[in-house]
């Protein structure tokens, strides 16, 4: 994961610097997004993948989340771009917190078995996650 979220920080910012250039800051970011949510969905849905590969692009989409703080600069004055991005970053920490404790109380909706939850806990949890994750 380690290297993953390392050479994707890598692509995704030499990605974004050529995209920029002619205004495609958004697309590279909508088309991330999608792709994340689609590794997400093979793990959920135990496609007949690895699952080597879907964790792969997830590690490697980690590394995303920096777009948006370039995208967000984008649309304000240069003066205020770290204001927006501080902002911003207060919504990635708080969504992110609403997230991770609504999947915790879906989890908690099975029994623990064996000293975990069961596989179908965590699929409704991580599928009910997946859909807020797009939106934020």
């Known amino acids: 994961m380690a290297l993953g979220i390392s050479g994707g920080a890598l692509l995704l910012g030499t990605l974004a610097d050529r995209l920029r250039r002619r205004g495609l800051s958004e697309a590279l970011f909508a088309a991330v997004t999608v792709l994340f949510v689609g590794a997400e969905l093979a793990l959920i849905l135990r496609a007949p993948l690895p699952s080597l590969l879907p964790w ?8 995303a989340t920096v777009l948006s703080y370039a995208i967000v600069a984008e649309y304000f004055l240069s ?10 970053n207060v919504l990635h920490f708080g969504w992110c917190f609403v997230v991770q404790y609504g999947t915790g109380l879906i989890l908690d909706q099975w029994s623990v078995q064996d000293g975990h939850y069961p596989a179908i806990a965590y699929q409704v949890a991580f599928a009910s996650s997946s859909g807020s994750r797009f939106w934020r």
Do not use: C, K, M, P
């Open 56 to 63: 792969l692009v997830i590690s490697i989409i980690g590394a």
């Open 79 to 88: 003066e205020l771009t770290g204001r927006a991005n501080a902002g911003f």
